[in-house]
């Protein structure tokens, strides 16, 4: 793996994929949504995490045509299953800090949109604290612009950025993803389960809806259950699945 060169050849050699992580919303045992997760098919070794190549890729600007990539074929898909007679869902995407002081970010979205036919409210947009918090101006504007498109705004790995709880008030969020830190020590660790209550009465009394990240275990499922989390994602519900394995769930199908 020659990783700068390689990365530069592989949206050409059309080696990305994505796979598709479903949310399950805690009332009605549904899928609510999926969250599109990157993967890069290698000829050699194979299968590789964005842990190991968004790092580069951000650093050598390449991050911007792979989002723009991850951008039209969430948006894709998600119209297509949705043509295809799936129950409608939301298309959650991750963005870079590069992607995200990108000008023309908010134009690029909306042309996805377009092309796709997919609706603006069913596509939402994860950001992290960090991201935001580079530049409050700057990113209150671009988040405003974005809002007035109709997208839905998430804030990913909730409640380990350095941040402050002002932009919750100040930038237009529709929800917050727990990060999975909180979410792994709960049974096991009275301040993580006092975070993620925290999180979630927080979140609620601020009108927006929270979902769990890293659920793996039926008792993490429960406690969160208990304090009215409206969805989770994680191993316990599913894994990130290839898009055949991903439509088979939304159809219901074994
Ligand atoms: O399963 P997982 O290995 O997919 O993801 C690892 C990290 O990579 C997560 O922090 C996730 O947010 C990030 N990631 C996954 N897909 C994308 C993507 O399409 N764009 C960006 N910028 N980050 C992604
Ligand atoms: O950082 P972000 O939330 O965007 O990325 C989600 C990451 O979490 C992906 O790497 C995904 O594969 C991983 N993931 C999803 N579910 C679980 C889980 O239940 N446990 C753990 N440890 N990781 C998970
Ligand atoms: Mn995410
Ligand atoms: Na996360």
Not at 48 to 54: G, L, M, R, S
Not at 218 to 236: F, I, N, P, T, V
Request: proline fraction near 4%; glycine fraction near 8%; hydrophobic fraction near 45%.
């Amino acid at each position: 793996l020659r990783m700068e060169s390689d990365l530069r050849n592989a949206i050409e050699s059309q080696e990305f994929v994505l796979y598709y992580q479903p949310q399950m919303d805690l009332k009605s045992g549904r899928i609510s949504g999926v969250e599109a997760l990157l993967r890069w098919q290698h000829p050699r070794p194979g299968l590789v995490h964005p842990a190991e190549f968004i790092g580069v890729a951000e650093e050598i600007g390449l991050i911007v045509p792979i989002g723009a990539w991850v951008l039209e074929q969430a948006c894709t898909q998600a119209a297509a299953w949705q043509r295809a007679g799936c129950p409608p869902l939301q298309m959650a995407i991750n963005l870079s800090a590069r992607q995200f002081a990108q000008k023309d970010l908010v134009s690029s979205i909306d042309a996805a949109l377009r092309r796709s036919g997919l609706a603006a409210s069913q596509l939402e947009i994860e950001i992290t604290e960090s991201l935001m918090m580079t530049d409050v101006e700057q990113a209150a504007a671009t988040l405003n612009e974005l809002k007035r498109l109709g997208v839905r705004l998430s804030v990913d790995d909730f409640g380990t950025g350095y941040s402050s709880l002002y932009y919750l008030k100040r930038f237009p969020i529709d929800k917050l993803k727990i990060d999975r830190s909180f979410v792994r020590d709960i049974g096991s660790d009275p301040d993580s389960e006092a975070i993620v209550g925290a999180i979630i009465s927080l979140a609620h009394s601020l009108g927006l809806s929270v979902v769990a990240e890293g659920v793996e275990r039926h008792e993490q499922l429960a406690y969160l259950a208990r304090c009215g989390c409206d969805s989770m994602q994680g191993y316990l519900f599913s894994a990130p699945l290839e898009s055949e394995a991903m439509e088979r769930m939304l159809r219901g199908l074994p």
